[in-house]
């Protein structure tokens, strides 16, 4: 019961913790002597935050993190890569040809420059400042109809925008080619525990305010396999959580359809 109570709990210390990066966020924009910034306060206030709380996550999600990135192969579309935390993860050449970081938060966009360095990745990658939702842009930048073997997202569904989330989705889809792979691991809406998915909704009142618009009850992991036609669909959820999880995660493979 303890364990239960200190795991519902757990978004309130995450949010209290990002409060802290709130400040720290709101000090150096009152220090900056540049009146000109590229990204949002929103946007800068999560890139510190996510700073510290990203190699956490990874470590504690590493198995299911590490199994899904082995898999990727060819071009590869990373969504919303963050700081690269997971970028050591990835596989590296031949199996990989290139990687697209779509990452529109620029706050972001140095340390995931560290850590593509860092990883060996920078002869591959090319971080892209847009969102998945900028289809012209991405088309501008190659990434053509059926030109992607694999996309990435890990932790990122949450944060797109709710309005219009599924074509944005569909999208993405598009530029997959037949018999490539959507590797997903994400936090979802509890549909295990009514108990949880309340304690979610609640939540949800303050968490996409002070997490760059990241929803804690998304439905993802329903929303994902009606947005094209798939051969596989294994996406699980993650064993070691317990039904009353209050952010419960699924993970796994969609393969597109080859006709
Ligand atoms: C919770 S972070 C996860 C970062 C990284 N995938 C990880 O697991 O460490 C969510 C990321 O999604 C990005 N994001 C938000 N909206 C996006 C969009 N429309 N397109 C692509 N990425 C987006 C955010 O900027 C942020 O870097």
Redesign the pocket.
Known sequence: MLTRMVNYLQPAYLLLFCTIFGFKALYQRLLSSSTTTNTTFR?AW??LF?AY??PP??TA?YSA?SRLLSQCRGTIL?????????LPLFPQTPAIKHIYG????RS?HAELQRSIDAAGLSGVYTILP?????VEKLRAAGITEGSVDTI?????L????EKGLEK?LEGLYTCLKPGGEWLV?EHVRNWKSGVSAALQGFYQIFWPGM????NINRRTNEILPRVGKWNVNDLVPVMEEEHWEIMPHVWGRLIKARK
């Open positions: 946007e999560f890139a996510w709380w990203a996550s990874t999600d993190v990373d969504i919303g890569p963050g700081t690269g935390s997971t779509l990452e529109p938060n972001m847009f969102g998945a939702e900028d990435v997202t890990v932790r990122v949450c944060s797109l925008e944005v691991l997490l760059a618009g990241c």
